[in-house]
T-cell receptor, first 118, second 112 residues
Framework: GAVVSQHPSWVICKSGTSVKIECRSL??????MFWYRQFPKQSLMLMAT?????????EQGVEKDKFLINHASLTLSTLTVTSAHPEDSSFYIC??????????????FGQGTRLTVV | DAKTTQPPSMDCAEGRAANLPCNHS???????VYWYRQIHSQGPQYIIH???NNETNEMASLIITEDRKSSTLILPHATLRDTAVYYC?????????????FGDGTTLTVKP
């Protein structure tokens, strides 16, 4: 099946620094990708929709200036956590649907990135 | 998207069938039922989806009631590696599959 790959799998950074997480669709083109965040013992929460060639759309309560999303190609979306703080420590997951605009198909998720801010 | 209700946890003996229920009483006619699972510290994995007919694939079977207000995911012969959180999600037909509203899911523990 289709594969979505995230990098890095885990990262530890100092408070105040920025961290970039990559999400790639390896064998299909994804005009739209999605970013989720998952805190310990909680479910996945959608953060934003990443649109190739245009601005991302953010869910209510998610700071767009803190979580910068770039979707410069049909196979790559990046999430940059700027000026990270310990409360940003979480499990970040991307997803994409295959098929025409990802509709009516299964979704594929990246393996997730564990961010720890110290 | 329609809300789903799942039991928070279930146990299953290894080798036995695991039957995971999901209630989606407010589902509308244009919404699919999807099932994903998440093994600890990994991204979710697609299992199966359906509209109104029962579905089966190499991983599981999906039984949807005639009124579509509930469904059951069946893992026919559970193994220890099936221990995971299972999410039942309802999504409109015309929507991007990558965008889903996750509930709390059911933590399935398969025991030897």
């Amino acid at each position: 099946g289709a594969v979505v790959s995230q990098h890095p799998s885990w990262v530890i950074c100092k408070s105040g620094t920025s961290v970039k997480i990559e999400c790639r669709s390896l064998d299909f083109q994804a005009t739209t990708m999605f970013w989720y965040r998952q805190f310990p013992k909680q479910s996945l929460m959608l953060m934003a929709t990443s649109n190739e060639g245009s601005k991302a759309t953010y869910e209510q309560g998610v700071e767009k200036d803190k979580f910068l999303i770039n979707h410069a190609s049909l196979t790559l979306s990046t999430l940059t956590v700027t000026s990270a703080h310990p409360e940003d420590s979480s499990f970040y997951i991307c997803s994409a649907g295959t098929g025409i605009s990802g509709m009516n198909t299964e979704a594929f998720f990246g393996q997730g990135t564990r961010l720890t801010v110290v | 998207d329609a809300k789903t209700t799942q039991p928070p946890s279930m146990d299953c003996a290894e080798g036995r069938a695991a039957n995971l229920p999901c209630n989606h009483s407010t589902i509308s006619g244009n919404e699919y039922v999807y099932w994903y699972r998440q093994i600890h510290s990994q991204g979710p994995q697609y299992i199966i989806h359906g509209l109104k007919n029962n579905e089966t694939n190499e991983m599981a079977s999906l039984i949807i009631t005639e009124d579509r207000k509930s469904s059951t995911l069946i893992l026919p012969h559970a193994t220890l590696r099936d221990t995971a959180v299972y999410y039942c999600i309802v999504r409109p037909r015309v929507s991007n599959a990558g965008k889903s509203t996750f509930g709390d899911g059911t933590t399935l523990t398969v025991k030897p």
